[in-house]
């Protein structure tokens, strides 16, 4: 047994067993319209995780920014294919359009500035909302699980990746305003499941940024006030080795196996196995 940071005690989560066979994929949205919560960063490095636990993975990058992308070592402006060909080109197989990373199991769908038109562009297609569901469709076979990883918006990307998602994670940093709007992002789930995709969970609300201070520490009290059960019981802290293993291009939990923040990764993975959440 442990005791998390909110006083809860919970059963540790085991080592994970290795898989025999590979997919479906669980289709999971990182998602949180506020900016710089760590959805680029728990994307990499969750799905770091679980690819060192043995579990296909397959990151979209779903932000024109392109930071999961190039944080996975891959130079989205070189590419010659997007997740923007992927969404408005019917002749693409999307097989091709995914890179491999120099990671085993960790593949990524990358995208760069051309995905900043598809917002607009999304706005004439039929089904608008389901066209990022049906480019992911054909892969699921192939992984165990997809981490879209949004853009800091409530647009129709974003809808997009709420309608592909079988579950949303919520990243949000332990600061002051860690709250602010996030009762339109839960609306905008909510619009989700009753118009679109009535199978949406909400995996859970992932603290990042942690420090051991007394305003952390309130703040958390505020997420689980909003949140209750729904917080993971692992917790990201703060470190300076996150952003360093994003410019080195690589998930913490390759660049810096053995660092603080890595083991919060890993128990992360392992949180979202011993849930269920993935295979
Ligand atoms: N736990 C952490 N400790 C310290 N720095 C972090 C942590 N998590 C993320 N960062 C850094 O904070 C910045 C924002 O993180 P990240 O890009 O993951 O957020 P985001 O929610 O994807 O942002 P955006 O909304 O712009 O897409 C990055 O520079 C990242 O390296
Ligand atoms: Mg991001």
Redesign the pocket.
């Known amino acids: 047994m442990s005791t998390d940071l909110l006083g809860r005690d919970y059963a540790t989560f085991p080592a994970p067993e290795p898989l025999k066979q590979h997919g479906p994929a669980r289709v999971i949205a990182?998602c949180?319209q506020?900016?710089?919560?760590?959805?680029?960063?728990?994307?990499i490095n969750i799905a770091g995780a679980l690819s060192q636990y043995g579990r296909r993975c397959l990151i979209v990058d779903f932000?024109p920014?392109g930071?999961a992308t190039v944080g996975l070592g891959i130079n989205a402006n070189t590419v010659e294919n997007t997740i923007y060909t992927a969404l408005f080109d019917s002749r693409a197989d999307v097989h091709e359009i995914v890179q491999h990373t120099e990671f085993e199991n960790l593949d990524v769908i990358p995208a760069n500035i051309d995905l900043s038109a598809a917002e607009v562009q999304l706005v004439t297609e039929v089904g608008r909302e389901q066209v990022l569901a049906d480019v992911l469709r054909p892969l699921k076979a192939e992984y165990d699980i997809i981490i879209i990883?949004?853009?800091?918006s409530l647009g129709l990307l974003t809808v997009n990746a709420l309608t592909a998602a079988d579950g949303v994670i919520i990243?949000v940093?332990a600061e002051f305003f860690a709250l602010r709007g996030v009762a339109l992002l839960m609306q905008s789930i909510e619009k989700v499941q009753s118009r679109i995709n009535p199978s949406l969970e909400v995996y859970g609300v992932l603290v990042?940024?942690?420090t051991k201070t007394l305003h952390c520490e309130e703040v958390m009290q505020r997420i689980y006030e909003a949140f209750q059960d729904k917080v993971f019981h692992t917790v990201?802290?703060?470190?300076?080795k996150?952003?360093d293993s994003?410019v080195a291009a690589a998930p913490i939990t390759i660049y810096s196996p053995g660092h603080k923040?890595s083991k919060e990764y890993r128990e992360v993975a392992r949180e979202l196995i011993a849930n269920g959440v993935v295979a």
Do not use: E, H, W
Request: a positive charge.
């Open positions: 990182m949180n506020k900016g710089g919560v760590g959805k680029t960063t728990s994307s932000d920014q930071a990883d949004c853009q800091p990243p940093a990042t940024m942690f990201i802290s703060r470190s300076i996150l952003p994003t923040t």
